[in-house]
């Protein structure tokens, strides 16, 4: 079974940046597509950003293009987050998320494994 550990989260004023990473173990990485999900206090979990296998393949939510870059590195089993010009309002948890589909195709949400999670607090 993957399993997954988030780390990088933390304080940011506005403007600043983060570096999430989610580390894997128990299977081979990439194999899986991966994405980035966040729940924010009373509100549902939504979609963030999503990887192909390969990482040939990216997908954002409207919202964070532009300022969120997710990255992979299958040598170090390893799924990135870059989050620049944060806003007070990406305050959440936020998770990483994997499953055996790929996503050369199109975009599927419906990921199987899943981490803890890892405050983010932006401060305006």
């Known amino acids: 079974q993957l399993q997954l550990v988030e780390s990088g989260g933390g304080f940011v004023q506005a403007g600043g940046s983060l570096r999430l990473s989610c580390a894997a173990s128990?299977?081979?990485?990439?194999?899986?597509?991966m994405g980035w999900f966040r729940q924010a206090p009373g509100k549902e979990r939504e979609f963030v950003a999503a990887?192909?296998?390969?990482?040939?393949?990216?997908y954002y939510a409207d919202s964070m293009k532009g300022r969120f870059t997710i990255s992979r590195d299958n040598a170090k089993n390893t799924v990135y987050l870059q989050m620049n010009s944060l806003k007070p309002e990406d305050t959440a948890v936020y998770f990483c998320?994997?499953?055996?589909?790929?996503?050369?195709?199109?975009?599927?949400?419906?990921?199987?494994?899943w981490g803890q999670g890892t405050q983010i607090t932006v401060s305006s």
């Open positions: 128990g299977r081979t990485l990439s194999r899986y597509a």
């Open positions: 990887i192909s296998w390969s990482g040939g393949r990216t």
């Open positions: 998320a994997g499953a055996t589909f790929n996503l050369v195709y199109g975009l599927r949400t419906d990921f199987s494994s």
